[in-house]
Every structure is written in structure tokens, then in C-alpha cells.
């Protein structure tokens, strides 16, 4: 058995991970991430599990918080529920905390920002990642 740090390991155990942020899809078939055109991680593709939703999502025509009301009905439509363990991830754990705030805003007691996220999994070999399809 492989060991992985204790952050790594809690991910790994089956915990809901929720991406942000990170797109796959050339950067991915082509082997390595990319943000903004530069080369940024070893590898492309996503933690596997994850559940791809922009952090913009969060936010109104105007900028701000979307209601309660459509904020949850936008997570449980994912299958993304209060009861579960949520753990936000985006490249470096800036935008992915935006979606840990609007989720502790709307009542989700089980809410960890992945710090680290694709920026640290993504230059770590031995860990597992997945090629999301392409819609």
C-alpha cells in the first residue's frame, strides 16, 4: 500500500470532491494542465470522482451570491447534499474557496477547501487522476 499524506488520504478514502475550476480538455490529451496558455502541472486530466461546477456558478447576473434556495438546488442537482463530505478544489485552492464559502453560507456542515488542489495532485505522479469525456 501506498502511504500519501494525511490530506491526500482523507481525498482518496471516497470523500465528494468537487472541482472547480480546472479545464481538461486539450491540456488533458496532451499530458500535461495548462492555465492561462502556460504549462502548470505535470499531467492533465482531474482527482478522480471529481464533479465539475465553475465557481461562478455561485454568483448572479450581477455578481453576487445566488439565493439559498437556488444555490442548493444547483448543488443537490449534482448530487451534491448537505449530508455529504465536500471537499472545493481548483488550481490552487483561491477560487475553490469560494464555493466552501457559499456552501457554508447555505448550511452544508461538511465543508473542506482543498488548499493544495490540482496544482499539488496534478504534479504528484503516483497519485490516480481521470480524463473527464468531453461533453
Known amino acids: ?3 500519501f499524506p494525511l490530506r491526500t488520504w482523507a481525498i482518496l478514502t ?6 472547480l475550476a480546472f479545464s481538461t480538455n486539450a491540456a488533458a490529451q496532451a499530458g500535461t494542465g495548462t492555465l492561462a496558455g502556460r504549462v502548470v502541472d505535470d499531467q492533465g486530466g482531474a482527482i478522480p470522482g ?3 461546477l465553475e465557481w461562478t456558478n455561485n454568483l448572479d447576473a450581477n455578481g453576487f451570491f445566488k439565493s439559498d434556495e437556488e444555490l442548493r438546488k444547483m448543488y443537490t442537482d449534482h448530487n451534491i447534499g448537505p449530508d455529504k463530505e465536500v471537499i472545493p478544489h481548483c ?10 464559502l457559499a456552501l457554508r453560507l447555505i448550511g452544508y456542515p461538511k ?3 482543498y488548499l493544495g488542489s490540482w496544482g499539488e495532485w496534478g504534479n504528484k505522479p503516483e497519485l490516480p487522476i481521470e480524463i473527464p469525456k468531453q461533453p
Open 1 to 3: 500500500m501506498k502511504h
Open 14 to 19: 471516497g470523500l465528494l470532491v468537487l472541482c
Open 50 to 52: 471529481a464533479i465539475h
Open 91 to 100: 488550481h490552487g485552492g483561491y477560487r475553490s474557496a469560494h464555493t466552501y
Open 111 to 113: 465543508v473542506r477547501n
